[in-house]
């Protein structure tokens, strides 16, 4: 991974880490739950230096394979740093954090990336793993990508049947019928 590639991708993941700082609300503690949703991005974050610096090896691939996956990883960082920018921007309120028991819905939130996805955020986080993977291809990062990918699924879920009980539960599930959960719906 060359210099410039490991700032991009190292500034996106402390980008993810400070989200829960600068943006979302939180109450009371850090639950296991959360966690262990964060687990992957932590770890993911934690082992680029180590890669970066050689002390984590990662698998040796041909140079044109090695090339290609140097600029998807580029192109999926900055397709994660581009969406967390356009969907902090979309909220004119900071919105509740993971797994919080209390967390009542009070909107639901239809403009900009929530347009094409329910959970951009998600998505933003799922390809920042990808491009840590194309980036540093590695059993770490690929375990990571695994995890971070099951635990938004599921937490995506959680949060959604808690939508759909709610409230809002009539117009989110008609929300639910034209917009992707990660990725946009075609056809």
């Known amino acids: 991974m060359d210099a410039v590639l490991f700032v991009l991708i190292g500034g996106l993941f402390a980008l993810i880490g400070a989200l829960p700082l600068i943006f979302f609300q939180r109450r009371g503690g850090l639950n296991l739950r959360w966690w262990l949703t964060a687990a992957p991005f932590l770890v993911t974050g934690g082992a680029l230096p180590l890669i970066y610096l050689g002390l984590v090896p990662v698998w040796l691939l041909p140079q044109p394979v090695a090339l290609a996956f140097t600029v998807l990883a580029t192109l999926a960082a900055s397709f994660a740093l581009a969406l967390i920018a356009y969907t902090l921007g979309i909220h004119r309120r900071r919105i509740a954090l993971w797994h919080q028991s209390d967390d009542a819905p009070e909107e639901i939130v239809t403009d900009g990336p929530y347009r094409l996805v329910r959970h951009p955020f998600y998505t933003a986080f799922l390809a920042a793993l990808v491009a840590a993977v194309?980036?540093?291809?590695?059993?770490?990062?690929?375990?990571?990508?695994?995890?971070?990918?099951?635990?938004?699924?599921?937490?995506?879920?959680?949060?959604?049947?808690?939508?759909?009980?709610?409230?809002l539960g009539a117009t989110y599930e008609t929300y639910m019928r034209r917009t992707g959960r990660f990725l946009p719906l075609t056809g």
């Open 134 to 167: 194309l980036a540093a291809p590695s059993p770490v990062t690929l375990v990571c990508l695994l995890w971070g990918f099951a635990a938004l699924f599921l937490t995506a879920r959680r949060e959604e049947r808690r939508l759909l009980g709610s409230a």
